[in-house]
């Protein structure tokens, strides 16, 4: 084929069509050309040249150049030319600058014509990817309308216009099959690159995708008077989503109901029969949680928010319900709230109450040498360890019912003898174990906590700054989908993580690894105090009066 068409502004009109059909830049269509013609060009002159093709952005001419470094000594001839020899051709030549030789054109044959095409169509092609990823990337967490093109053992290829997506075989609804020409809604959770090129992941089963459809549907979504808070799916199953408002005229649940469950019926629809609980979101833990595991009804709650776990008491005919069907109902309200939620019965509940109360009265019988009759009565009147009864005021203990002022001091007598002899136990053990005087003298340290220390290895200060806040406190861990508790060295001993982290950064300082902090200085115009009248935020215990653990 001759290297020169008949019509030059053929090239022209090809390198357009191209750049219009796959929606790339023509400029990049051209430079692809050129670069192929390079390539024919040293294979033609020898690929030792340096050798530049260009094309005429108007004509569409080709010209074909040899460049040629001028240097001070010629070491290679075919890509250098000595100043002297340069200095004839242009008397501005200097070193460093390029001569450029014009190079006859020539007639392509069947092989550099192939090679051509083929570098012509993969510099199109890597054009065209780069183009599809900084389109879609950008619009990762959209939903988008496409065509089925295939289905390949499961997975479901979608055509998009100037892409093509994958919704993967576990991120499809169960039970739901297309077939090539169906239209086909999803969720963009990813786009990566990937030496195929991009790779559009779709999603019919995220959580998100359900978020995005109320958006569609509900006005006031898209508009952000109400938010969506969170979504918690078993796709094609259940789901449960989390809405609040943002305008107190509006109510959320009934704003994403519609008129006759008009709009969450679209969303139904689209999910193939998805059954769907809206769930008003609260600030407080508590009541969301009583709020999430809707339709149950729930009697109390219990938190323990270093742990983010719940314990819910339920009355006995709501268990199931609470539960749901294969555990489905509170683990959607678990992944909707994000705390590990417990389910009591009220019966398990008062067994477990009195399983505690009857510790408590055998430990204070056998502290405090009483009978079973007054350890009940301290119990009940919300005494939780010896050391409580030992140093409070005495008038708490002479307002119990049956105590008067003699019996209180006698039992503060006998708990402060108790604690003392606690106390000397705990010393002998700690200098059996080798704990460092210093260590034992540290502060915030309680002679529990140092045989505690001893007997997992901590004896010195330098031991305690070396330790991290999960020795100490303990944590829990996550084991074949169960968090599982592991304890610390100061188990039970009522340390939190935000105490023991204190304790540590102070035997630190003590032992010269860091300087003490400088504390900020609040200036007093910043001093403000809370106003009582101002509404605050009520604690699981206010809302639902659970008496302490």
Known sequence: MPAVSANRLELLQIADAVAREKVIDKEIVLAS????????????????????????????????????????????????????????????????????????????????????????????????????????????????????????????????????????????????????????????????????????????????????????????????????????????????????????????????????????????????????????????????????????????????????????????????????????????????TGWDIDILTEEEESERRQEEFRQRTEAFMNALDVDEMIAQLLVSEGFVNVEEVAYVPLEDLVVIEGFDEDTAEELQNRAREHLEAEARAHEERRKELGVADDLAQFEGLTPAMVVALGEGGVKSLEDLAGCATDELTGYWETVEGEKKRVPGLFEGLDMSASEAEALIMSARVAAGWIEAPVPEEVPEEEEVEADPAAPRELTAEEVFRTPPR
């Open 33 to 336: 050309m050129e670069d192929a013609i390079q390539r024919a060009a040293r294979s033609r002159y020898g690929a030792e040249h340096n050798i530049r093709a260009e094309i005429d952005r108007k004509t569409g001419e080709i010209r074909l150049q040899r460049l040629l470094e001028v240097v001070e000594a010629v070491e290679n001839e075919a890509t250098e030319i000595s100043l002297a020899e340069a200095l004839e051709r242009n008397p501005a030549a200097q070193a460093g600058d390029f001569i450029a030789e014009p190079l006859p054109m020539f007639e392509f044959g069947r092989i550099p014509a192939q090679a051509a095409k083929q570098v012509i169509v993969q510099k199109v092609r890597d054009a065209e990817r780069e183009r599809q990823y900084e389109e879609y990337k950008d619009r990762m967490g959209e939903i988008v309308n496409g065509l089925v093109k295939r289905v390949e053992y499961g997975n479901v290829i979608v055509e998009l216009g100037r892409g093509e997506g994958i919704v993967r075989r576990d991120e499809g609804l169960p039970r739901e099959n297309f077939r090539t020409g169906d239209r086909i809604r999803a969720f963009i959770y990813d786009v990566r690159r990937e030496l195929r090129g991009p790779q559009i992941f779709l999603s019919r089963a995220h959580p998100q995708f359900m978020a995005k459809l109320f958006a569609q549907e509900v006005p006031e979504i898209y508009d952000g008077i109400i938010e969506v808070k969170s979504v918690a799916r078993d796709p094609g199953s259940r789901a449960k989503i989390a809405v609040m408002s943002n305008d107190s005229s509006i109510d959320p649940v009934g704003a994403c109901v519609g008129m006759r469950g008009s709009r969450v019926q679209a969303v139904v629809n689209e999910l193939q029969g998805e059954k769907i609980d809206i769930i008003q979101w609260s600030p407080d833990a508590a009541t969301f949680i009583v709020n999430a595991l809707a339709p149950a009804e729930v009697s109390k709650v219990v938190l323990d928010e270093e742990a983010e776990r719940v314990e819910v008491v339920v009355p006995t005919e709501q268990l199931s319900l609470a539960i749901g069907r294969r555990g489905q109902n509170v683990r959607l309200a678990s992944q909707l």
